[in-house]
């Protein structure tokens, strides 16, 4: 149900991940994640060490931070993200590359894992991973089966669905090896026998890579999908892999049996468990129908998006988009760093940077047709502007994954995702109010 089929623009998909040279200075914020903010453990003027723990996860609904760099602190202050909202970021400077003890950066493949259930999760948590597609869930929340319930599947989400992004592509294709191994540690995890890796059908090679390693581990299935947008959302996924719908919030994916966790991130659980390695890097696509050379680069967290001064300066940079245009926000402030969300930076130029001017809505209903969620945005778009906020809330505004494809499909070029987003965090903020007056 719903759904788009936007121009793929895949790039980057051909181009080798390469690494970023490291950066001068970094800025870590504390908010990498869903849930609250990291408590930092340094302070100005402490020496730190690749890879050491500089911000410990203040709730079970938080994570770890480490230093990307080594290097002196030079400031635990508020700075400006990339939409230019002011953040608690760690500023490092970096001097030389000294990494902490116990961290195995040898690429030698580690298959075996002895650890028990409980011990790889404790262990994900220490390194602080969380969802790399974007939603960066904690990786140990998710993980952590609640009373009551089973995990019946594992589904990795290797869809890659928005268009331009490549990393998860390159990644499966790089190290489909340690990936196929963190299949089988998340397997061991959540206690099921069973795991599927979903990739759509543009990424044949992905597809053939890891069914060929998949063969020689029990259990592990590589499933095409066809191309559509957004089957990477994991209500999307686990309907495309097991025909099963997850239910409405406050229904998880567990409530159907599945645990659902990105290539990007399986990766990370495999270097976390077996190498010791804390969530400090990550591939990024730099793409851009306007850059000479579209890449993938591996680079370290708190780098500077202007450190891609390089491919990104090549041409006239309209719009600079953290993650890709469907899902992803117009940056106003360059000096930001790359963080554990950021799979991508899209340039735009042209008339592509563009919004068009909106006009009247015709009532079409295409913004209807294509939610999958089942979603009404124009409406949902309108009482946001009039403050309907039990309106929303009735109408399931929480159920919205923020696709894009309301707007992307609007023939009048309405802002329909701007509303429905502020309505959404606006209604969200009301309940979790709520909750907390009735704690109290």
Not at 49 to 65: D, H, P, R, V, Y
Not at 247 to 258: E, F, K, R, S, T
Request: aromatic share 4%.
């Amino acid at each position: 149900m719903g759904g788009v089929h936007p121009s793929e623009n895949k790039l980057s998909c051909a181009k080798p991940i390469e690494i970023l040279p490291l950066p001068e200075v970094v800025t870590i914020p504390l908010a990498q994640h869903i849930g609250a903010p990291a408590v930092a453990k340094v302070a100005k003027g402490d020496k730190v060490l690749t890879g050491q723990l500089i911000a410990e996860a203040a709730s079970f609904m938080s994570a770890n931070i480490h230093s990307p760099v080594s290097g002196t602190v030079t400031g635990v202050d508020l700075l400006p993200n990339g939409q230019g909202l002011r953040q608690m970021m760690i500023t490092i400077k970096r001097e030389g590359d000294e990494w902490a003890e116990g961290i195995d950066r040898s690429e030698t493949l580690v298959r075996e894992c002895t650890l028990s259930a409980q011990e790889i999760i404790a262990r994900i948590k220490e390194a602080g991973i969380v969802g790399m597609g974007g939603a960066t869930f904690p990786t140990h929340v998710k993980l952590s089966i609640p009373p009551g319930k089973k995990a019946e599947c594992l589904i990795i989400n290797g869809v890659e669905c928005e268009p331009y992004l490549t990393s998860d592509h390159r990644t499966m294709l790089e190290h489909g090896e340690e990936l196929i191994v963190g299949v089988t540690i998340l397997m061991k995890a959540v206690g099921v026998e069973k795991a599927y890796i979903g990739i759509e059908n543009n990424k044949p090679d992905a597809i053939e890579h890891l069914r060929g390693i998949a063969r020689n581990y029990a259990g592990v299935e590589v499933v095409p999908l066809k191309v559509k947008y957004p089957q990477g959302g994991e209500k999307q996924l686990i309907a495309a892999v097991t025909g099963r719908q997850v239910p409405p919030p406050p229904a998880l994916p567990i409530d159907v049996g599945a645990v659902v966790c990105n290539a990007s991130t399986t990766y990370a659980v495999y270097q976390a468990v077996q190498k010791g390695m804390p969530l400090i890097q990550r591939v990024v696509t730099i793409t851009g129908k306007g850059l000479r050379e579209p890449k993938n680069l591996l680079t370290r967290m708190g780098t500077p998006v202007s450190d891609y001064s390089g491919p990104i300066g090549e041409r006239d940079a309209g719009k600079v988009i953290n993650g890709g245009p469907m899902m992803g926000r117009a940056m106003v402030n360059l000096a930001s760093p790359v963080t554990k969300g950021c799979s991508g930076i899209t340039v735009m130029s042209g008339r592509d940077a563009v919004r068009r001017e909106a006009s009247q809505c015709i009532k079409c209903a295409k913004c209807v047709a294509a939610c999958p969620m089942g979603l009404e945005p124009y409406f949902l778009s309108k009482m946001t502007q009039k403050k309907g906020w039990d309106e929303l809330e009735a109408r399931m505004i929480t159920s919205c994954i923020e696709c894009g494809s309301c707007q992307a499909t609007c023939p009048a070029y309405l802002p329909l995702l701007d509303w429905v987003r502020l309505g959404k965090q606006t209604v969200m903020g009301l309940i979790r109010a709520r909750a907390a007056a009735a704690k109290k």
